[in-house]
């Protein structure tokens, strides 16, 4: 494997761990989204071209930020609900 293949599967692992540990919090449960997880990185492994995979990462980085914005926009909700006077 060459030195820029091996540099974007470290960059897909990577990306991968963090998803499956945001996925810990996920309302359908743990095991659902770490199934789900698992089937669209697999099913994108057989990608060869450089390009292809940076797109992906660049995808899963995007699908990383939503995930992260509804939970603090759920942590926010939360807190809004606890300080806010009762109307």
């Known amino acids: 494997m060459?030195?820029?293949?091996?540099?974007?599967?470290?960059q897909?692992?990577?990306?991968?761990?963090?998803?499956?540990?945001?996925?810990r919090d996920y309302p359908e449960g743990y095991d659902w989204a770490r199934?789900?997880?698992?089937?669209?990185?697999?099913?994108?492994?057989h990608l060869q071209d450089e390009e292809a995979i940076k797109n992906g990462i660049k995808r899963a980085e995007f699908v990383k930020k939503e995930?992260?914005?509804l939970y603090y926009l759920k942590?926010?909700?939360?807190?809004?609900?606890?300080y806010d006077p009762i109307q």
């Not at 060459?2 to 470290?10: A, E, G, Q």
């Open 35 to 45: 199934s789900r997880l698992h089937k669209a990185f697999s099913s994108q492994a």
């Open 67 to 69: 995930i992260e914005a």
């Open 75 to 82: 942590r926010y909700r939360a807190l809004r609900q606890r």
């Open 12 to 23: 897909v692992i990577r990306i991968y761990k963090e998803l499956l540990y945001l996925s």
């Open 2 to 10: 060459s030195t820029p293949n091996l540099s974007l599967r470290h």
